[in-house]
């Protein structure tokens, strides 16, 4: 505990360094070096303290005096500090060599220790007081990330729509918070330790689903997300995607399943539904994009609509005393939180190397890049077959685990959940088929083909240390997919505490769901398979394959025009799943030239998202028009606002005195 | 045993009565008098509650109101006035005779809300606190009422006055308090002081309604 305080604190050391060093041609190196390093020494602290199962305790005599600075490391969160400090390693690793490339070093390097170091301190805090602070303080970091390159006011436009969310987040969050604190005051301790009523348990658990779903980017509170993760440089996209949405998965849990006490069914119907809705809708807006920053981002809402999708069925088992059910769907949403961790990195990194290498991100001007950077389009390859659920990765581990959670709903006693749980799984099943479209969309049209620009014809392969990081995190999907039973041996403790029990592991890797069932999967063995069947048709293709010359035309791969842009584009690419599912948000035209004009005709597609019409533009509007009102006190005389100060004094003690 | 409080009621009503005083005085070297007054029975009143409660700091509070408020302040005030030469009529935005039954109405207020408690505050500090929160309320009615900013400085000081009654009225009050409301009248008056010149360099009074039409409020 406290090398892992003194860590965080040495964090916050290096982004003041970096404050007035960013400028110096070594701080690059220096600053993301240190920060590389310090998060190892937290993510192997963290893993100690995982393994050895103690909780330690400290309590500061800082922030509020009658209160302190209270903190806490125990299973649940050491779990959640090894992916922070997971996640800032390989990030600092990367942005060694990515980072050389900013620009403006002096908007982004002060901020990066700085940030990781909140998220830590978000998880270890254990009152509301130092939670809360060190959430805002992690928002308003990653929002100064997000507005780092301002020069474009699109990214000055995300900032301003992020900031606004984070600080309605925070404000259900402290409602929340409010409604738990109770006469022991704002320790989590105290906290547990109260029972609360069936009215004030359904409010903190709303509350907590809008403040955490709003950072995590569960629908409808999205909207924000897709604009302000890819705003950010590379490295912090890859941060807030895979990492601070996990912050917000652990404020949700910690709330939930730590602090509130029992929790009625239908609250976790809520959950369940709002999870499977955000997970095919999010998916269903990624396919869509043509900016791949932006594709991924809104792959990030899909994933969350998983997690959340888990943790709800978890919510629900664990209400109907279904504890081995419960602790298998928390499992799998835990473990989907450590895979996604993973990949989004690992494709965020990805993109990040494209766009360093092309310039741009617009998938439209991409393609071919497979021969410029071979290495970066195979580690990008193993990581969108992680994120499309394709075995033996990791991805298709965590999402089987939570779809054999959904099967167990004929368990359930209630009618809603036996007939709903299934719903959310074919759901599930959706948003799983519509992803691995979507990152076929994204590594084909990125990589594959002939290039749609000058520029993606002379991309290079990025630098060698955001190789490394890439290699890591791929290595990392490959080993979770292939031995997922040694992740799951490290979340054990968490689900034990959490849910009061554990899944059964087998022997060799094997995941077997529910104890005395038939039903299992082996990572491993489908990796031999995998493997294996490879071999035999390499051998076979060897073989048995014609070794006689012939001579014929060359086949023109079904593009018979010299042009690139003759070739599936990822508007062409998402059409047929854009007219199916989303026609409502769609609108295809094409503007043709008036008759005679040689000019040629042009094919428009507008993109809008209902969550922005229905529920942010008429706030907003609302936001403006009370704005308007209120102006007027901008401009009293100071005898009118000492006027109001008494007239409201007096009101105030009338009705103090008459109410009594 | 029952002659200590009547003694504090009657230093206590003393200030209330003063404060009234100052709500219908309206020319500015007698309010100032006036509020020497009552500085100066605040001081004696914390005096009694010294010995009273057998707490000897709040003698030091003692010497710091008589010092600061009934000697300091008066007379940085007085000079003010005559270097800004403004011996005339103080214009009052409400008559006299209709802010006098506000103020009434005030007193009214804040006893039927503070009497009624009888079990939660013990001792004399339940009539004290009456007291202190009627004169609080007479301060601001003055500050509101009032369109000179010396006048509006008096009333500012005269609710410091009833803070400080408050705070000695009742038992076990932290001695920090005390000093930091004196020290922040202090404060308080440096401020405005300066601002005051400012206003009179610019503007040639010390009328805060002339500021209004430099801010576009008023054609």
């Known amino acids: 505990m406290l090398l892992i305080l003194l860590c965080l604190v040495a964090l916050l050391a290096v982004s003041l360094l970096a404050a007035f060093t960013s400028a110096k041609a070594w701080a690059n190196s220096a600053i993301y070096g240190a920060s590389a390093l310090l998060s190892a020494a937290v993510l192997a602290a ?3 303290a ?12 800082i922030g509020l005096p009658w209160l302190g600075l209270h903190l806490r490391l125990d299973a649940l969160a050491a779990g959640f500090l090894a992916i922070v400090a997971l996640g800032g390693t390989v990030s600092s690793v990367y942005a060694l060599g990515y980072g050389r490339h900013e620009d403006a070093p002096g908007r982004v390097l002060p901020f990066v220790p700085a940030f990781l170091a909140a998220m830590s301190f978000v998880i270890l805090a254990d009152d509301a007081f130092a939670f809360l602070l060190a959430w805002e303080v992690m928002s308003l970091l990653s929002w100064a990330l997000v507005v780092s390159h301002d020069r474009s006011p699109e990214n000055l436009q995300a900032g301003l729509v992020y900031v606004v969310m984070a600080g309605v987040g925070t404000l259900c969050l402290m409602l929340a918070f409010a409604l738990l604190a109770g006469p022991g005051g704002f320790a989590f301790e105290a906290m547990r330790s109260r029972s609360f009523g069936a009215g004030v348990t359904a409010a903190v658990l709303l509350l907590a689903l809008a403040g955490a779903g709003s950072k995590a980017g569960l629908f409808p509170l999205h909207a924000w997300l897709p604009l302000a993760h890819p705003a950010a440089p590379s490295h912090v996209s890859a941060l807030m995607s895979g990492i601070m949405t996990k912050v917000a998965v652990y404020a949700f849990i910690r709330i939930a399943f730590d602090i509130l006490g029992p929790i009625d069914w239908r609250l976790g119907l809520v959950v369940i539904v709002v999870g499977a809705a955000t997970a095919v809708l999010g998916v269903l807006y990624a396919i869509l994009q043509n900016d791949l920053k932006r594709l991924l981002a809104y792959s990030t809402v899909e994933n969350v609509g998983i997690i959340f999708l888990g943790l709800g069925l978890a919510l629900a088992f664990r209400a109907d005393g279904l504890a081995a059910a419960a602790a298998l769907a928390f499992t799998g949403a835990l473990f989907h939180v450590f895979n996604h961790a993973l990949f989004k990195s690992l494709l ?8 360093t290498a092309t310039g741009t991100r617009d998938l439209d001007r991409l393609g071919g890049l497979i021969n410029g950077m071979p290495r970066t389009a195979g580690l990008f390859l193993i990581g969108a077959a992680a994120i499309s659920a394709l075995p033996p990765l990791n991805g298709f581990a965590s999402e089987w685990l939570i779809f054999q959670a959904a099967f167990q709903s004929s368990h359930f006693s209630q009618w809603g959940l036996r007939l709903l749980a299934p719903t959310a799984a074919a759901m599930l099943a959706l948003a799983a088929a519509l992803a691995a479209a979507c990152f076929v ?24 240390a955001s190789q490394i990081a890439m290699a890591a995190l791929a290595a990392g999907c490959v080993l979770a997919g292939v031995l997922p039973s040694t992740i799951l041996a490290v979340i054990a403790p968490i689900t034990q505490r959490l849910t009061g029990t554990t899944m059964p592991i087998q022997d060799l890797g094997a995941l077997l769901p529910v104890a005395g069932s038939h039903n299992s999967y082996s990572g491993l063995v489908i990796a031999l398979c995998f493997l294996a069947a490879t071999l035999t048709i390499a051998l076979a293709i060897h073989l048995f394959a014609q070794r006689g010359l012939r001579r014929s035309a060359i086949w023109d791969c079904g593009y018979p025009e010299d042009n690139a842009l ?5 508007g062409s690419f998402a059409q047929p799943i854009r007219r199916v599912f989303a026609s409502t948000v769609a609108q295809e035209s094409v503007v043709m030239p008036p008759p005679g004009d040689l000019a040629p005709s042009r094919f428009k597609l507008v993109l809008w998202d209902p969550a922005w019409q229905t529920l942010y533009a008429p706030a907003a509007a609302a936001v403006l028009a009370l704005a308007d009102r209120v102006n007027g006190f901008q401009y009293l005389t100071i005898r009118r606002y000492l006027g109001i100060v008494f007239v409201t004094l007096v009101f105030l003690l009338t009705v103090l005195a008459v109410w009594r | 045993m029952s002659f200590a409080p009547d003694v504090s009621h009657f230093l206590s009503g003393m200030i209330l009565l003063l404060s009234f005083a100052m709500l219908y005085q309206d020319r500015l070297p007698p309010l100032l008098n006036i509020f020497i007054a009552q500085s100066l029975v605040l001081a004696l009143s914390i005096t009694w509650q ?8 709040l003698l030091i509070t003692a010497a710091i109101e008589f010092g600061v408020k009934a000697v300091l302040i008066p007379f940085v005030l007085y000079t003010l006035i005559r270097r800004l030469k ?14 006098m039954i506000a103020g009434m109405a005030l007193v009214g207020l804040s006893m039927a809300l503070i009497l009624r408690e009888h079990a939660a505050i013990g001792g004399t500090a ?13 301060g601001l009615l003055m500050m509101v009422t009032r369109r000179n900013a010396v006048s509006q400085v008096i009333g500012f000081m005269a609710i410091e006055n009833s803070l400080v009654l408050a705070a000695t009225g009742a038992k076990g009050m932290p001695f920090v308090v005390e000093t930091c409301v004196a020290f922040s009248a202090l404060v308080a008056l440096i401020v405005i002081g300066v601002f005051l010149f400012r206003i009179r360099e610019r503007f040639d009074s010390v009328d805060v309604s002339i500021l209004d039409h430099f801010r576009g409020e008023q054609p």
């Open chain 1, 46 to 48: 963290a893993l100690l």
């Open chain 1, 50 to 61: 995982l393994t050895s199962g103690r909780v330690a305790l400290l309590v500061l005599p």
């Open chain 1, 348 to 355: 965020f990194f990805g993109a990040g190397a494209i766009q």
């Open chain 1, 441 to 464: 969309k994204a590594f084909g049209t990125a990589f594959l083909g002939r290039p749609r620009s000058d520029a993606a014809k002379q991309a290079h392969e990025t630098d060698r």
């Open chain 1, 566 to 570: 003759s070739q599936y584009s990822s």
């Open chain 2, 50 to 57: 010294a010995y009273n409660q057998n707490e000897p700091q």
């Open chain 2, 86 to 99: 403004i011996h005339r009529t103080v214009e009052t935005v409400v008559g006299i005779g209709p802010s």
């Open chain 2, 126 to 138: 339940r009539e004290d606190l009456a007291f202190a929160l009627s004169v609080l309320l007479l």
